[in-house]
C-alpha cells in the first residue's frame, strides 16, 4: 500500500492564479480531510468528507473548495491564490476500523507570490 | 480559545535524559486523544490514541497517559533518532472531523 500520496511536493503561485492539490489513498479509508500547518501553529482542518459525495467545512475553509467523486480521491482547489494560503497542506486519511486514526501525506509546500 | 495546549514548546535533551511533554485540553465529551510524531518536511506520523482517563499505552521508549484534563507523553532514555515535533490532537462529540491540534512540542536530543 501507498498510503496516502498527495502532489506537487511544492508549488509557486502568483496572486490570483487557481491551482489544484491532489491526494489520494488505498486504504479504502471512508473519511478523507485536508489541513494547512502554518508557523507556531496546530494543524487547522479546512474541509473533510465522511464518503463519497459528501463533503464539510473545517475551522478555516474559505477560499477553498473540494469534492470527492470516489473513495479514493480528494482533490483541494483554490480558487483565487492569496499570499495568505502560503502554507504546508496536508490530506489525511481514516476509517472506523482503525479507530478513526488519521494517516497524513507527505505534504505539499505552497508559495503565493 | 485554544482548546488543546502543548508545553514546552521546545525540548533540549541529553541522550539518555528522560523527560515528558503535556498536552492539556479543555474539550469536553472526549473521543479520543491521539499523539503523532511530525519530522522535518514530512506528515505527522500516528503514535497513540487514547480514550479514556487512566489509559496508557507505550511504543518502545515513549508512554503515552492520559488524564481528564491532559495527557504526557513520556520519554524514557531518549536517543537522537527521537528527535523530531510531538504533536497532540483531541477529538470530541460525535462528528469525527472535529479534531483539534496543539501547536506541537519540538524535541532535539543530543548525543
Known amino acids: 500500500n501507498a498510503g496516502v500520496t498527495q502532489t506537487p511536493k511544492f508549488q509557486v503561485l502568483k496572486t490570483g492564479q487557481s491551482m489544484t492539490l491532489q491526494c489520494a489513498q488505498d486504504?479504502?479509508?471512508?473519511?478523507m480531510s485536508w489541513y494547512r500547518q502554518d508557523p507556531g501553529m496546530g494543524l487547522r482542518l479546512i474541509h473533510y468528507s465522511v464518503g463519497a459525495g459528501i463533503t464539510d467545512q473545517g475551522e478555516v475553509p474559505n477560499g477553498y473548495n473540494v469534492s470527492r467523486s470516489t473513495t479514493e480521491d480528494f482533490p483541494l482547489r483554490l480558487l483565487s491564490a492569496a499570499p495568505s494560503q502560503t502554507s504546508v497542506y496536508f490530506c489525511a486519511s481514516s476509517s472506523s476500523e482503525v479507530g478513526e486514526t488519521q494517516y497524513f501525506g507527505p505534504g505539499t509546500r505552497l508559495l503565493v507570490l | 480559545e485554544d482548546q488543546v495546549t502543548q508545553s514546552p514548546e521546545a525540548l533540549r535533551l541529553q541522550e539518555g535524559e528522560s523527560s515528558s511533554l503535556n498536552c492539556s485540553y479543555t474539550?469536553?465529551?472526549?473521543?479520543?486523544l491521539f499523539w503523532y510524531r511530525q519530522d522535518p518536511g514530512k506528515g505527522p506520523e500516528f503514535l497513540f490514541t487514547l480514550y479514556s482517563a487512566g489509559e496508557e499505552k507505550e511504543k518502545e521508549r515513549l508512554k503515552a497517559t492520559l488524564t481528564k484534563k491532559e495527557s504526557f507523553l513520556h520519554i524514557t532514555a531518549p536517543k537522537p533518532e527521537d528527535s523530531a515535533t510531538y504533536l497532540c490532537?483531541?477529538?470530541?462529540?460525535?462528528?469525527?472531523?472535529?479534531?483539534?491540534f496543539g501547536a506541537g512540542t519540538q524535541v532535539v536530543v543530543t548525543p
Open positions: 490532537a483531541v477529538r470530541e462529540g460525535d462528528s469525527w472531523g472535529k479534531l483539534q
Open positions: 486504504m479504502n479509508h471512508e473519511y
Open positions: 474539550v469536553s465529551g472526549l473521543r479520543g
